[in-house]
């Protein structure tokens, strides 16, 4: 729960006064990491001159429930919930209907050796997707997310060993990049920001997060893995994940920047 109780106080954190707490070189470098790791992930961003633009469109990727393999009706109301794909005995997709209205709320996917490699979910039960999650030999690498509900991907998470190393942001929706994140200890943010609109962190625009607030996280942060949406448990009673608030608060409490651009 460390991210999203940061992200409560994300607006907070962004109206604090600037401290220089990286020098410019570390910017620089902070850029072109951003370059490279970004790449591979569902949101691969494209760099130019030390401008990243992400594609901020909400893709979901296709998961066949009118042909699904298995069709399970958990709640015995005579409609299917739960809907299976299979190739041979590996399972390659799954749907879920968490709430029982007919429409698909969760979808997870498989590699071919049956790893976990894509995850979508839609939070608010609108039959949007808000998040969808990538891993790799089924460990989280990153995190896509749709935080102000405008139906567009703001927020890109990227994990390192399945813990979060980095959030970029795109505050006003235009599809660059205005926020960088570094999660250089687990719950406290080094929160770089353009401030000048140029698309790169500008050097006193940066917040130390933990320092500035008094932010005190509480132990190391979970594996990333932890603090996803349990689909584990969600596929075998989707009331399971019905009933866990924990992951409930998180979209109904949107990253406040998304509603107050920073700029
Ligand atoms: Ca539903
Ligand atoms: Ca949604
Ligand atoms: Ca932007
Ligand atoms: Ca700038």
Redesign the pocket.
């Known amino acids: 729960m460390n991210k999203t109780e940061v992200s409560r106080s994300w607006a907070g954190a962004a109206r604090l006064s600037p401290v220089v707490t990286l020098a410019s070189l570390s910017l620089v470098a902070l850029v072109a990491a951003t370059a490279c790791s970004g790449a591979a992930g569902a949101g691969a961003g494209k760099n130019a001159g030390g401008v990243t633009r992400r594609d901020t469109a909400i893709k979901h990727e296709e998961c066949d429930t009118a042909g699904a393999t298995e069709k399970i009706d958990a709640n015995n109301d005579g409609r299917p919930d739960i809907f299976i794909e299979r190739k041979g005995s590996v399972e390659t997709c799954r749907a879920i ?3 029982f ?1 007919g ?3 969760a979808f997870s996917y498989n590699d071919s050796a049956g790893r976990l490699r894509r995850r979508e979910y839609d939070y608010d ?1 609108d039959g949007q997707i808000d998040e969808i999650a990538t891993y790799q030999a089924g460990v989280l690498t990153e995190k896509d997310q749709a935080t102000s509900m405008a139906r567009k991907l703001d927020t890109w998470d990227f994990y390192k060993a399945g813990a979060l190393a980095r959030t970029e942001r795109d505050s006003n929706g235009d599809g660059v990049i205005d926020q960088w994140w570094e999660y250089t200890q687990p719950g406290c943010p080094m929160i770089h920001s353009d401030v000048n609109n140029d698309g790169k962190p500008d050097p006193g625009a940066t917040v130390d997060y933990c320092k500035e607030t008094g932010y005190v996280p509480p132990e190391r942060q979970a594996p990333a893995a932890a603090q996803s949406p349990d689909f584990n448990k969600a596929t075998s009673t989707p009331t399971e994940v019905d009933s866990k608030p924990a992951d409930e608060a998180k979209p109904t409490d949107p990253k406040p920047a998304a509603k107050e651009p920073t700029k």
């Open positions: 209907d968490l709430n209205d429409v698909i709320d039960k």
